[in-house]
């Protein structure tokens, strides 16, 4: 089951209005801003974090409204996985929008690390970023389908999925495997009324690629710049609206321009 140190929040009373939301990896970056801006909607956020409790709790500390909970589940286990979904379910009095925002990148250039690196590299990447969104799909929707939620799953992607990850190859192999899983879900989960869409953000001025923010990576948009993590919020909060059903197996460039397709 999913640990955690602090009390947790009561089972929800019905009593609140909104969607409930869960958010991966929402401790920083991309996830905050993402919990912050349903929030900000008057929904019910679960933000989840796998190791970065401090932050994870900054996050909750810092979100307008109530209904909001805190989670924290290793989603390289399946079952930990489930379980983050059922509390997750319980806190919010069932869930109507996921998104599917944690990951790992770890930096494996083929060139220079050792095959032991380069296997494990590939092995954690692959366990979060694709079977642990997987499985989070799989349940969320079942959950829906179950209740009967005309529901949304939002993945974040990236850019990297089709411009390449030369130094990051398994990070960017797996948002390319999360964009076409995100279609084939849309396909199917189209019947029970659950739209499924995914967002390719460019660089992201967040703590996890400061260090790579450099001149020339601000020069690759025509604005200058990168994007600002509410950027990115904004447009996955489009792609969760009731209006946006019809983007369902879209894609969103989120890039300023950086790479056209």
Known sequence: MPSSDHPAPAPYDGSAPGRGVLVTGAA????????????ERGDRVVVHYGSRRAEAEATLADLPGGGHALVRADLADPDDTAALVERAVERTGGLDVVVN?????????????????????????????????????????????????????????????????????????SKAALHAMGQSLAVALAPHGIGVASVAPGFVETERVADRLTDAVRADSPFGRVARPEEVAAAVCYLASPGAVWS???????????HLR
């Open 101 to 173: 925002n944690a990951a790992l990148n770890p930096a494996h250039p083929l060139a220079s690390v050792s095959y032991d690196a380069w296997r494990d590299a590939w092995r954690s990447v692959m366990e979060v970023n694709v079977f642990g969104a997987a499985n989070v799909c799989y349940l969320a929707a079942r959950h829906m389908i179950d209740r009967g939620t005309r529901g949304r799953i939002v993945n974040v992607g990236s850019r990297g999925a089709y411009r390449g990850e030369p130094d990051h190859p398994a990070y960017g192999a």
């Open 28 to 39: 920083r970056g991309i996830g905050r801003a993402v919990a912050r801006a349903f929030a």
């Open 248 to 258: 369902s197996g879209a894609v969103l460039d989120v890039n300023g321009a950086s």
